[in-house]
Each structure stands twice: as structure tokens, then as C-alpha cells.
């Protein structure tokens, strides 16, 4: 897989910019859970977080939540790109596509697409509105906080347990991977 392939199929499919930053920010976590659970896997891992909701402008989530992820997988298969584990963890990111999570690289997916937009809201509130001013600590306190992100999948984030990664610890690296493109994310 190539990865300047990938951001030119991104920079095709999605324009929305919060989608497309959101977009990157996945790349950067399913990098660093790749680097951790499966070395030799990088690449795909982390394109597949890239490409994951290229469907994001063209699929309206609330009114038809089963059509997010297919469609990402036809554009896909049109621009001749990725492969059928891509394909699944793409489908399974979204349960509502009733595609079951089967491996680690579905069920970081799972975990790393939620986690990204939770950190940025975090960050948000901060008066200077930047990743370098979050705290792990402040990413645990406000997983209890319900109404916080409401809409953030936090049963998706702590499903990031299963593969024996406490969630302080999947906070930790998804802050880390997050700062580290700050620039791209504009926090």
C-alpha cells in the first residue's frame, strides 16, 4: 500500500476539513497500536485509519447508519486500493453495519476512531486549544463524565481492554500519537 496513493484517494473522496483532520488523526493512532501489536503491519494499519470514513461526506449517518462503511469500501474497490482485512475492519468500525470485530486490527479500529474526535473535544476546552495542554489523566476523568462528548462511542474506546491494553494506557498513546501531527490537527 502506498501511503501518498492514499492521501490522494482522502484528498478525492473527502473535503471537510474537521472529517479529513479526523481522518489523520486515526492514521496516527492505528500507527502507534500497529507499532505496538503488530510491527509488520504498520503500514496497513495505519492507511486503513487514514481511508476509514471516506464515505463521511457522502453518507448521512443519522438517517442511513448502515451505509457508513460500505461505501467506503466500493470507493475503494473503485479506485482499486486496499485489500479484504481493510475491507472488514472499515465494515466493522461500524457496528451498525453488522459486521462482526474478529481480529485485533478490527477492534483497534473500533477503539482508535472514537478515541481521536474524544481527545480533540478535550482539547477544545482548554483556552489554548491544543493537544500539549491535555492530560491522560484528564482523558480518564472525562470518560465518566457523560454528558461530555455525548456523542463520543466510549464502549468503543474501553473495548481497547480486550486486547489487554488498559484504557490509561490507550489514552496515553493516542494523546501521544495525536501530539505528534498537532501541526496537521491544527491543535
Known amino acids: 500500500m502506498d501511503r501518498q496513493r492514499a492521501?490522494?484517494?482522502?484528498?478525492?473522496?473527502?473535503t471537510t476539513?474537521?472529517?479529513?483532520?479526523?481522518?489523520?488523526?486515526v492514521e496516527a493512532v492505528m500507527k502507534a497500536?500497529?507499532?505496538?501489536?503488530?510491527?509488520?503491519?504498520v503500514e496497513e494499519w495505519s492507511i486503513t485509519g487514514l481511508l476509514h470514513d471516506l464515505d463521511a461526506d457522502l453518507v448521512d449517518y443519522r438517517e442511513n447508519p448502515e451505509l457508513h462503511g460500505p461505501k467506503t469500501v466500493e470507493i475503494l474497490k473503485e479506485e482499486e486500493f486496499g485489500n479484504e482485512?481493510?475491507?472488514?475492519?472499515?465494515?466493522?468500525?461500524?457496528?451498525?453495519?453488522?459486521?462482526?470485530?474478529?481480529?485485533?486490527?478490527?477492534r483497534c479500529l473500533y477503539a482508535a476512531d472514537p478515541i481521536?474526535?474524544?481527545?480533540?473535544?478535550?482539547?477544545?476546552?482548554?483556552?489554548?486549544?491544543k493537544l500539549s495542554s491535555v492530560k491522560v489523566k484528564?482523558?480518564?476523568?472525562?470518560?465518566?463524565?457523560?454528558?461530555?462528548?455525548?456523542?463520543?462511542?466510549?464502549?468503543?474506546?474501553?473495548?481497547?481492554?480486550?486486547?489487554?491494553i488498559p484504557f490509561p494506557e490507550f489514552a496515553k498513546?493516542?494523546?501521544e500519537a495525536m501530539q505528534q501531527i498537532?501541526?496537521?490537527?491544527?491543535l
Do not use: W
Not at 492521501?7 to 473527502?14: F, G, Q, S
Not at 481521536?116 to 482548554?126: E, H, W
Open 7 to 14: 492521501i490522494e484517494i482522502l484528498n478525492k473522496h473527502l
Open 17 to 25: 476539513e474537521n472529517l479529513v483532520k479526523h481522518s489523520y488523526a
Open 33 to 41: 497500536l500497529a507499532e505496538r501489536i503488530a510491527p509488520d503491519e
Open 85 to 106: 482485512r481493510m475491507y472488514h475492519a472499515i465494515l466493522a468500525h461500524n457496528q451498525e453495519t453488522g459486521t462482526p470485530i474478529t481480529n485485533e486490527f478490527d
Open 116 to 129: 481521536t474526535g474524544f481527545i480533540t473535544a478535550i482539547a477544545l476546552v482548554y483556552p489554548d486549544k
Open 138 to 164: 484528564s482523558i480518564t476523568k472525562r470518560m465518566k463524565e457523560l454528558r461530555f462528548a455525548a456523542g463520543a462511542n466510549r464502549e468503543a474506546m474501553r473495548s481497547i481492554e480486550k486486547l489487554d
Open 173 to 175: 498513546l493516542s494523546l
Open 182 to 186: 498537532a501541526d496537521v490537527l491544527g
